[in-house]
């Protein structure tokens, strides 16, 4: 994470097929613990960090995102925010969610600083206030190894699906949007973009353009691809992905 200078950017493959997930229980997409603090066992921070999940916990599946702070005006203060993705149930976003809090904990433990994905939610904390900012520290690709029969103009239409996207989700109250776009008689494409809540509605556009930005690095000509990072995601398939 930025202000606890996380691991720097690492970018990963993965056969996009492999990792879809309905069931939790399956490992995380991916993770980052700090690499700056550590906190000592029955520490303020390993109880204001208790707290803090404990609550994260209880209030995000109701709208599917949760934020909070514990001890910022005493000792040791502990930040922390839960997004699940825009089209799951509120019982799988506190399946997923719960899942998060307890992996996060056990394959960061006594890190100041995590963060964790998971198909159908995100999960991170940190010793200092990174509401509303941009994480362009925390992030990684994963891309589908086929490729398609011709790059330049999947590769356009992908980027003007995910463009429109952005802009969409920027001006919904849940910075989500999901869309499709015709290839062929037969062929769709079909894409989704996600910020973090408490980024106002210009920096989720930004959030956004700029992972969008990557996608030559990503998964140029590629069948399906995403950009995650900490504060907004996106993702693309030639198939249906998310829940009517």
């Known amino acids: 994470m930025s202000s606890s200078k996380l691991i720097s950017t690492i970018l990963f493959s993965v056969t996009l097929s492999l990792i879809l997930q309905s069931s939790f229980g399956a490992d995380p997409l991916f993770h980052f613990c700090s690499n700056s603090e550590n906190f000592t066992a029955k520490s303020p921070y390993e109880t204001n960090l208790k707290t803090l999940i404990n609550s994260l916990i209880y209030k995000t599946p109701s709208t599917g995102f949760g934020i909070g702070s514990v001890g910022q005006y005493q000792n040791q203060p502990a930040y922390g925010l839960a997004l699940?993705?825009?089209?799951?149930?509120?019982s799988e976003c506190k399946t997923c969610v719960s899942e998060a809090s307890k992996e996060i904990q056990n394959r960061c433990e006594y890190n100041k600083g995590a963060i964790i994905w998971y198909d159908y939610c995100m999960f991170k904390y940190l010793d200092s206030d990174f509401f509303g900012k941009i994480d362009n520290t925390n992030k990684f690709y994963m891309w589908n190894l086929n490729n398609v029969s011709d790059p330049a103009t999947f590769n356009y239409n992908t980027k003007e699906l995910l463009s429109q996207l952005a802009q969409k989700a920027?001006?919904?109250?849940?910075?989500?949007?999901?869309?499709?776009?015709?290839?062929?008689?037969?062929?769709?494409?079909?894409?989704?973009?996600?910020?973090?809540?408490?980024?106002?509605?210009?920096?989720?556009?930004?959030?956004?353009?700029?992972?969008?930005?990557?996608?030559?690095?990503c998964c140029d000509g590629k069948e399906g691809g995403r950009v995650v990072g900490g504060s907004c995601n996106f993702r693309y398939e030639i198939y249906p992905f998310v829940k009517e």
Do not use: F, H, M
């Not at 699940?84 to 509120?90: A, E, F, I, N």
């Open 84 to 90: 699940c993705r825009g089209d799951v149930s509120t």
């Open 170 to 217: 920027s001006v919904n109250t849940k910075l989500y949007a999901t869309g499709e776009v015709k290839l062929d008689e037969s062929k769709k494409l079909y894409g989704l973009t996600q910020c973090t809540r408490e980024l106002s509605s210009i920096d989720c556009k930004k959030c956004l353009d700029d992972a969008i930005s990557e996608l030559p690095n």
